[in-house]
Each structure stands twice: as C-alpha cells, then as structure tokens.
Nanobody, 119 residues
Framework: QVQLVESGGGLVQAGGSLRLSCAAS????????MGWYRQAPGKQRELVAT???????NYAESVKGRFTISRDNAKNTVSLQMNSLKPEDTAVYYC?????????????WGQGTQVTVSS
C-alpha cells in the first residue's frame, strides 16, 4: 500500500498563487506517474497535471502556462505551483500516484485538499 499526504490548499484571491505538495510513503517501489487531479462541485474529476518517472509532463489546457508540476524522486514527492489563479480553478485537488509492478498498474489517491479562488 501507498499513503499520500497532501498539503498546501487554501483560500486565495484571483491572480494569486498557491503551492500544493504531496508526499508518498509505504510501498514506494515501482512509482511511475505522479500528479494532480481536481474535482469541482457538480463536475467530474479531471486531470490537472502529471509527471512521469522520466520527467515527462502533461497539463490540462486550462492550466498551461499558469501551473507547474515538479517531482522529487528521492523524496517521493510531487508539487504543483499554481500561479495566476482563477475562480474556475476552485476545486478539491487530489494527489495521484501510479505504481507499475510486474506490468500491472496500481493507482493511489490522496484524501484531497480544497483550493478556493475568490473573485
């Protein structure tokens, strides 16, 4: 099992910045992708950004140029720097981790951290 602990959410005014962090512990061998998803009220969970073990990044179009994802493989952490925040970024943000063990995907989610952007 893998445990994911998120931190860094909160309330910020539009145009402001927040940084989310997520630390993985437990069975951390075979970690492939780490990243962030979000879910706004009444909407489906959506990808925000991911980073592979080879540091390949993937961003939702809506956050490109504003958010930056980074990871520290030695510490098993992933962070999301969010700049120029907009009210539509308001959501619960979930840390995500995929292990690949003997070819099998093993996915984990954090408990979620609230990000609220006021206009």
């Amino acid at each position: 099992q893998v445990q994911l602990v998120e931190s860094g959410g909160g309330l910020v005014q539009a145009g402001g910045s927040l940084r989310l962090s997520c630390a993985a512990s437990g069975r951390t061998t075979g970690i492939d992708t780490m990243g962030w998803y979000r879910q706004a009220p009444g909407k489906q969970r959506e990808l925000v950004a991911t980073v592979s073990s080879g540091d390949t990044t993937n961003y939702a179009e809506s956050v490109k140029g504003r958010f930056t994802i980074s990871r520290d493989n030695a510490k098993n952490t992933v962070s999301l720097q969010m700049n120029s925040l907009k009210p539509e970024d308001t959501a619960v943000y979930y840390c995500y981790l995929r292990r690949i063990v003997i070819g099998i995907n093993d996915d984990y989610w954090g408990q979620g951290t609230q990000v609220t952007v006021s206009s």
